[in-house]
């Protein structure tokens, strides 16, 4: 006859551990899930920004950020239906959509549109050997489009739209596979660049594209194993 003081005994029926929890689910996910921009801040925050740029400090930073703006100008951009190869290209195509969430300036907006554009015109299979130029592909839209959501026509958000949700689901299902070198160990950097973006892809097109709501759910299961290790 076991004690009070004796440990509980666990059987085999509740010897499973607790399903974790559903961020998509929570009360913070669905009140973004309603608002533009979403991802790098709320439209108060980004009206709080806009009247501190005449600061030294936010003026050097809007400075710079005008500078990394131009240079995007100057890489050649990828053609369309070619694969995402340069990852340099591909994290700098949301320089001008922040650009011009601080500015808006008309001729920012046309570079911040036909950046995200270029970029959703190129090929949507997955090339394995690129994972770091699709991690950031995914993370640079998904900024671009929250930022330019309402800027965009009907077509244009329809262009983005299926490119991400194609290309999402080559290269989740690239991911999930273990036996590829950067979805095998989580605490390697290419596996959590991955999940970035796959994550704010998750957020950044919820309800636009099907498969965004579990892409989140998969990120933050990751990056709950990741704070563990």
Same mark, same amino acid.
């Given at each position: 006859?076991?004690?009070?003081?004796?440990?509980?005994?666990? @059987?085999?029926?509740?010897?499973?551990?607790?399903?974790?929890?559903?961020?998509?689910? /929570?009360?913070?996910?669905?009140?973004?899930? @309603?608002?533009?921009?979403?991802?790098?801040?709320?439209?108060?925050?980004?009206?709080?920004?806009?009247?501190?740029?005449?600061? $030294?400090?936010?003026?050097?930073?809007?400075?710079? &950020?005008? #500078?990394?703006?131009?240079? #995007?100008?100057?890489?050649? $951009?990828? =053609?369309? *239906?070619?694969?995402?190869?340069?990852?340099?290209?591909? /994290?700098? +195509?949301?320089?001008?959509? +922040?650009?011009?969430?601080?500015?808006?300036?008309?001729? +920012?907006?046309?570079?911040?549109?036909? @950046?995200?554009?270029?970029?959703?015109?190129?090929?949507?299979?997955? @090339?394995?050997?690129?994972?770091?130029?699709?991690?950031?592909? =995914?993370?640079? &839209?998904?900024? /671009?489009?929250?930022?330019?959501?309402?800027?965009?026509?009907?077509?244009?958000? *329809?262009?983005?739209?299926?490119?991400? #949700?194609?290309?999402?689901?080559?290269?989740?299902?690239?991911? &999930?596979?273990?036996?590829?070198?950067?979805?095998?160990?989580?605490?390697?950097? #290419?596996?959590? +660049?991955?999940?970035? *973006?796959?994550?704010?892809? *998750?957020?950044?097109? &919820?309800?636009?594209?099907?498969?965004?709501?579990?892409?989140?759910?998969?990120?933050?299961?990751?990056?709950?194993?990741?704070?563990?290790?």
């Amino acid at each position: 006859m076991p004690s009070a003081a004796d440990p509980p005994r666990i @059987t085999r029926a509740d010897s499973h551990p607790p399903k974790p929890p559903d961020p998509t689910r /929570s009360v913070q996910f669905a009140e973004a899930a @309603t608002r533009r921009p979403r991802l790098l801040c709320t439209a108060e925050e980004l009206k709080e920004i806009r009247s501190r740029l005449s600061r $030294p400090v936010e003026a050097e930073m809007l400075a710079r &950020l005008r #500078h990394a703006s131009r240079k #995007h100008l100057e890489c050649p $951009p990828p =053609l369309p *239906g070619q694969p995402i190869t340069d990852r340099e290209y591909s /994290s700098a +195509v949301c320089f001008p959509a +922040v650009l011009f969430a601080l500015t808006r300036e008309k001729d +920012v907006l046309a570079q911040a549109k036909e @950046t995200a554009l270029t970029l959703a015109r190129c090929a949507r299979e997955f @090339t394995p050997a690129r994972d770091l130029s699709a991690s950031h592909a =995914l993370t640079a &839209l998904a900024w /671009s489009y929250d930022l330019l959501h309402d800027e965009l026509n009907p077509p244009e958000r *329809g262009a983005v739209v299926d490119f991400v #949700h194609e290309f999402g689901v080559n290269f989740l299902s690239q991911t &999930l596979a273990p036996i590829n070198y950067w979805s095998g160990c989580l605490l390697q950097n #290419h596996c959590q +660049v991955a999940w970035t *973006g796959a994550g704010l892809a *998750g957020l950044g097109f &919820l309800e636009e594209v099907e498969p965004a709501r579990e892409w989140a759910q998969w990120a933050h299961r990751i990056y709950r194993a990741i704070a563990w290790l």
